[in-house]
Each structure stands twice: as structure tokens, then as C-alpha cells.
């Protein structure tokens, strides 16, 4: 039974990040954030776009266009500053999630679950977008990091989390015995029919989760946030500079021996710039294979 009938990826724009940011050189975040004179080539900003049997799922929702047109959208003072030295976005006018999901032939107001990787700015910018209807995953331990006193330097900005109306619902994988989930033991199944399980990614940020797609018709795919913003690095287990690094190592790994398990799968980052074609390729080699 084919519970997933399409899968896609749009962007909500660029980012410009430091190279330490994509690949750490063991250096603290703040020094290199204060002292780092590069930047990246624009990165996308991907949302994954799921037409499941049951109603529209995202991975993420991207970033917000007002933090390029609104002054007051980052904070002020030391913490602003970070933001500011960390990335720098690109964000057209037609480039909100709305009007990439219309790009694709959806309505926004279809969006059945929303689900977030974690809640740094770049993944909850359509937060304010969707419908009310819509249920939004988040891990109950990254939502419990929001009101800690300096959760701001952490990257939450609580008055783009704490949206009125958004109908959040916490989640916390519980243990699982599925051999094809290799060394994850804990999972959470979105939908209860066994196609999306959310996995626990921490290291990135503490509560940072991921999703294995899994449905008749298509290759399984993992959709990883931003454990990784290359899946080459990934694969020879390089992390990123931002987050716990021995947490990103040991994630890393898992999810490396998850692909093991199942050759071909696309590792499907927010920031690869590969990710897209990844996508494509997976889904055109998996069609060739069933005709």
C-alpha cells in the first residue's frame, strides 16, 4: 500500500554560514563566530514537502521573510550580535512557504502535521503561515530548552516559538523493536501506520529529531535537520561546529549505520546544497528499478 504518494523539497530562500559552522576545525563557537572573516556559498533553506495518504506532512517550515525585512526580528545587544556574525540570509519576496508549497500545486491550508527538527529561526520562519488546524511536532526535550534563562544564545527566540494559535504537540520517542532501525531503539510513528518514525538526533541541539520515511512505492529517506549540512562529511563522520560535538559524533555514527542497513537511501539535510538532487536521483533510480 503506497502510504506516501509524493515527496519533495522546496527552499525558503539562502543562508551564507562560516565554514567552521558547516565542518568544525575544534575551535569554541565564539571565537570562531567572533574572529572567522569567510563565508559560505548560499546554502538552501529546504522544507521536505510529504503527501501522505492521510494529509500534507512538512519536515520543517523554513525561514520567516521578516527577519530580512524587520528590524526587530533578531534581538539586540551581545546575543544579536552572534546572530548577526553566524549567518546571513537571503530571502525573496515570493519565497515564503506558502508560496513555495502553491509553487508545487498545494495549498498551505492543506498542512495536516508540520513536523520540526528543532527550533532554531530557520526551521520554524512558516510557523505563523500554517493553519491552525495543523499539528506541529516538536521533541518534548528541545521545547523544554525554549524558557531556559539564556536560551536566546542557544538560538531560540522564544516570540518566533511561542506563536499564538499554533497547535504544538510534544513528542518523546518511546522504545521500539524494529531491526530495520539498526541502532536507533526509540522512535515515535507520526501518522500509526509505520511510514514516518521520528528518531531521536540529539547534537545538533539537545532535542533535535529526524525522520525516517518509510512506504511501498518509495526508497526509505531520512531527513536529518541540520546534523549535518553536507552528507559527504557526514559519511566520514565530520561534524559540524555547532553543538555538542562527542553528541554529534555519536548520532553521526547511527545514522550512518541506519544507512548502512539500507543501501541507497538519501540522507536529506536542510543545508546541503546536494540535497534536492539527492531527492531527485533517489526517486528516478528507485522508479527505474520498479519498471
Known sequence: MNLVKRVSAVSTGTVQIRPEHVETNGTPLLWWVNTSRRWTA??????????????????DTGQDRRSVTDPGYFPGG???????????FDIPSDATLTGRLRDQGYDIADVRVAI????????????RELPRSAQV?????????????????AGLLREHIHVPGVNWTTVTPQPVEDPALGPFTHAHDVMGDGSLLLLPTPGHTPGSISLLL???????????????????????????????T???????????????LHPGMPVLAAHDPEAASLLTTALQRHGSELG
Do not use: C, W
Not at 548560499?42 to 519536515?59: A, M, Q, S
Not at 531520512?222 to 559540524?240: C, E, I, N, Q
Open 78 to 88: 551581545p546575543a544579536g550580535h552572534v546572530y548577526r556574525r553566524l549567518a546571513k
Open 42 to 59: 548560499p546554502r538552501p533553506i529546504n522544507v521536505y514537502v510529504i503527501e501522505h495518504d492521510k494529509g500534507l506532512v512538512l519536515f
Open 116 to 127: 520540526v527538527s528543532h527550533l532554531h529561526q530557520d526551521h520554524i520562519g512558516g510557523l
Open 214 to 244: 518509510r512506504s511501498e512505492g518509495l526508497p526509505p529517506m531520512m531527513f536529518v535537520g541540520d546534523l549535518t549540512y553536507d552528507v559527504r562529511l557526514l559519511a566520514a563522520d565530520r561534524v559540524p561546529g555547532v553543538g555538542d
Open 137 to 153: 511536532l516538536v521533541s518534548a526535550a528541545e521545547l523544554a530548552e525554549v524558557d531556559k534563562r539564556f536560551a536566546v544564545f
Open 246 to 260: 562527542a553528541r554529534l559524533h555519536d548520532t553521526t555514527r547511527q545514522v550512518n549505520q541506519l544507512a548502512a
